[in-house]
């Protein structure tokens, strides 16, 4: 039986945590305690080989927690935010920066985030694009253009990208990953319409039960959230996948993408979060099912 392991690279939203020039408490905590209230922006790596978003802090958080990136072969892209996808990361790439032995990468998301992700290259690095065939061998990647509810063969791994609602004219996904028998939904980003309707609906309608649920919780009590999930909003959501019986006993929910709006110190947070049926990711923290 094949197992799932999971390395979060980074649980914060997009301001990351502490924020540079913020004084709130949780920043100013953040600053002082650091250790699992220190958050990189969020990023998660599957098993070595899968990468989920390659933002501005995929270097640093490798380096942090010991992962060696040359073995990563394939990447989805959830949306071409700032604080999910970093440019800069794809020129290093290419010969000019002394780059040796760069093994092939393949590149999944939908056609709306690729082309917003080559712009961005493109101010990188004067002509770059991920659409010439010349540029995609300098950069050693496949791209690959993925529609909502189609499901995809990605090495070992079979995937569904659905929409997240979060940023519709970027295209942006949440990802379903099969690893033999398990399954990982991974929700960062998440709009609550769209998540309670057509992503549970795709749920109930193809009988799927998760195993492992990343689930945005970029605000806490009383902060509206738009585009992203708050406290209540989580609890709701989790509540609705038992009622639909996506949820089995023993599967594992993480809160991850969180900003220091609303929400509580790590440790508070998942004694908070451990009553309400969920748990609290960390940068570094390692799940593996078997």
């Not at 990953?177 to 309670?196: I, M, Q, S, W």
Request: contains cysteine.
């Amino acid at each position: 039986m094949k197992q799932m392991k999971l390395k979060f690279l980074g649980t914060g939203a997009a301001t990351a945590c502490p924020l540079p020039f913020c004084n709130c408490q949780i920043c100013k905590d953040a600053r002082k305690f650091g250790g699992k209230d220190f958050r990189k922006r969020s990023s998660i790596l599957i098993n070595d080989d899968l990468i989920i978003d390659m933002g501005p802090d995929f270097m640093s958080a490798s380096f942090a927690h010991e992962v060696d990136t040359t073995k990563i072969r394939y990447w989805l892209q959830t949306h071409s935010h700032s604080d999910h996808f970093d440019a800069s990361h794809l020129i290093t790439r290419i010969a000019e920066y002394a780059a040796e032995n760069v093994k092939p990468l393949s590149l999944f998301a939908s056609s709306q985030c690729i082309q917003h992700m080559s712009e961005q290259l493109s101010r990188e690095e004067m002509g770059a694009n991920l659409v010439e065939v010349e540029w995609l061998r300098r950069l050693n990647l496949n791209v690959y253009n993925v529609n909502h509810g189609e499901e995809f063969i990605c090495g070992s791994y079979a995937i569904t990208a659905l929409n997240s609602g979060h940023d519709v004219n970027g295209g942006s996904y949440f990802y379903l990953v099969n690893n033999g028998p398990h399954r990982l939904f991974y929700g960062l980003d998440a709009d609550e319409v769209t998540l309670k309707e057509e992503t549970m609906d795709y749920f109930s309608d193809h009988n799927i039960r998760l195993d492992i649920i990343v689930l945005d919780h970029t605000y806490g009590n009383n902060i509206n959230a738009s585009g992203h999930l708050n406290t209540n909003k989580v609890i709701s959501i989790i509540n609705e996948m038992r009622n639909r019986d996506i949820i089995k006993q023993d599967t594992k929910i993480f809160a991850s993408h969180i900003s220091h709006e609303g929400n509580l110190l790590h440790d508070e947070f998942v004694l908070f979060s451990n009553k309400n049926g969920y748990d609290v990711a960390f940068d570094g923290l390692v799940v593996e099912i078997n």
